[in-house]
């Protein structure tokens, strides 16, 4: 979800349940679950496809470490002179 928001405008990202379970490589069950927490922790909102991240600083901090290696990284090399495309 986060590196999805950061290629994005504001905190609402359109994707289904089905999809972030293919994405993931996990049941779609695991995320009804997951995402049913992440509301009732009060940091997204989700209904139909249509996830509203509400407290983007507590999602961080409920992710896991791989997700603030991945985005240095990529700052990295998209402020490369060689990176990108």
Known sequence: M??????????CLTMTQELIA???GV???GVTIA??????????EYHRGHITVLDRTR???LSC??????????????LS?????
Do not use: F, W
């Open 2 to 11: 986060l590196l999805s928001l950061d290629r994005l405008p504001d905190n």
């Open 22 to 24: 293919n994405m993931l």
């Open 27 to 29: 049941r779609r069950e």
């Open 35 to 44: 995402a049913g927490k992440l509301q009732q922790l009060g940091v997204i």
């Open 59 to 61: 999602l961080e901090q």
């Open 65 to 78: 470490e791989c997700y603030a290696v991945v985005k240095k990284e990529t700052d990295r090399l998209q």
């Open 81 to 85: 002179p060689h990176g990108g495309i």
